[in-house]
């Protein structure tokens, strides 16, 4: 049977292509090897915000009395936590398996391995069901996996990567994270809030390494508050086994120095899952990063496109999820579609969280880019200082000499929600002066913007302007 569009990878770039193809009148067949939505649904996105929540709820009941509540006998089950984040990934599973199917979209389950350009190979448990498949177009959506470092004794029992600590039985009392970036912060939020002792050890010289630099500082600031230690330009050099489980040397500040702990967290990035001998029987081109692709997620080859963590492009499910669009788009309809990557918003999903869009200071000073920024403290925010959440800020990053933002930063409670003005600013090139014209409901945390905005090139209401 001949399809017009197969997909290789059921997580957010496949299954987003495969749903606008068959949207675009395509006949589709998605294949996947293991669960349906891939890293996010099941080992990312979904399940850590789950765990998040059930941590924040923890948090909150401690410090409930601030609200003229009072609990008694308070506690968590960890098994009762585990299973509704186990519910919940089921429950996104099932509707995705839904849309699927009203989609149209014929769904195989098993491996892959390419004949040609247009012919792969299913490859199932049951020898008798394996079959070719041959397609008018492909996409290559099969994504990442954990990277584990050469680090000596990254191989004893207790070292576990981002999926394996997904499923711990219980709350280990110490744990040492490897990497600073997103998802180790993310991970030490989690279990510090239920009561891990968490030492992160970072090789770069300050915590979130791509994010803006007082959101750096302002994180460092909030991560003591929750009794977790940041070690940045440190190297883990071995793990051995200790008298509490694991012994992990790290140089630091030019001494060698030990931490123990039961379990360490490596938690360093992700590579992109190929097989490399496969592309180079068919003349696709790729790098360590990942499989190339031009503006339009086609390979080398014709008529084969890549998405998502395969590319290494931006590893994050939405970018993803625009590519799998882009690509479908172009292997089955007009063909006009560009993937633009300036607008790409990144949110981290600490306490508080943190988001942003757009270019950094750090990024604007390397370029040489006259800017202006501005600041606003969620303290001085009505909606905040009601919830009991000021800790965070907004800052603006705007050209010095057309005025349009071309850098939004927040953090702060919702901060993941309230980027989407940024998103919409920096994608479409608004000025400080349009963003400030708006008039922002209060109270309202987005008020927190609105403010922002109106210090880049004026003056602010509720606050003294933070403005250089």
Known sequence: MTYQLCVIGAGSGGYSAAIKAAQLGAKVILIEKDNLGGVCMNKGCIPTKTLLKSAEKWQEVQNIKEFGVFVERAGYDWEKVMERKNNVVYQMRKGLEKLIKLNKIELAVGKVRFISKNTIRLITD???????????????????????????????????????????????????????????????????????????VEMASAILPLCDVDMQKRMGLSLRKQHITAKTGA????????SNGLSVTIEYKGKEEIIEAEKVLLAVGRKPVFASEELDEIGISYTRKGIVVNEKMETSVQGIYAVGDVTGLSMLAHSASHQGLIAAVN????????????????CIFTQPEIAQV???????????????????????????????????????????????????HIMGAHA????????????????????????????TLSEAVGEAAMGLFGNMIHQINMKR
């Not at 292997?331 to 990144?346: K, L």
């Not at 600041?375 to 009505?382: L, P």
């Open 416 to 443: 993941s929600d309230l980027i989407a003005e940024g998103i919409v600013a920096v994608q479409n090139g608004l000025t400080a002066e349009e963003i400030a014209a708006c008039i922002h409901p209060h109270p």
């Open 358 to 408: 757009g270019m950094t200071e750090q990024e604007c000073e390397k370029n040489g880019r006259k800017i202006v920024t501005s600041k606003f403290n969620f303290m001085a925010n009505g909606k905040a200082v009601s919830m009991g959440e000021t800790e965070g800020l907004v800052k603006l990053i705007a050209d010095s000499q057309t005025h349009k933002l071309i850098g939004v």
């Open 126 to 200: 049951n020898p008798d069901q394996e079959r070719n498949i041959t397609a008018e177009k492909i996409i290559i959506a099969t994504g990442s996996e954990p990277f584990v470092p050469p680090i000596p004794g990254a191989d004893l029992a207790g070292v576990i990567t981002s999926d394996d600590v997904l499923q711990l039985d219980e709350v280990p009392g110490s744990m040492v994270i490897v990497g600073a970036g997103a998802v180790g912060v993310e991970f030490a939020g989690i279990y510090a809030g239920f009561g891990c002792m968490i030492t992160i």
């Open 235 to 242: 190297a883990v050099k071995a793990v051995t086994r200790g």
């Open 331 to 346: 292997a089955v309809g007009d063909g006009e579609a560009v993937m633009h990557y300036n607008a790409i918003p990144s």
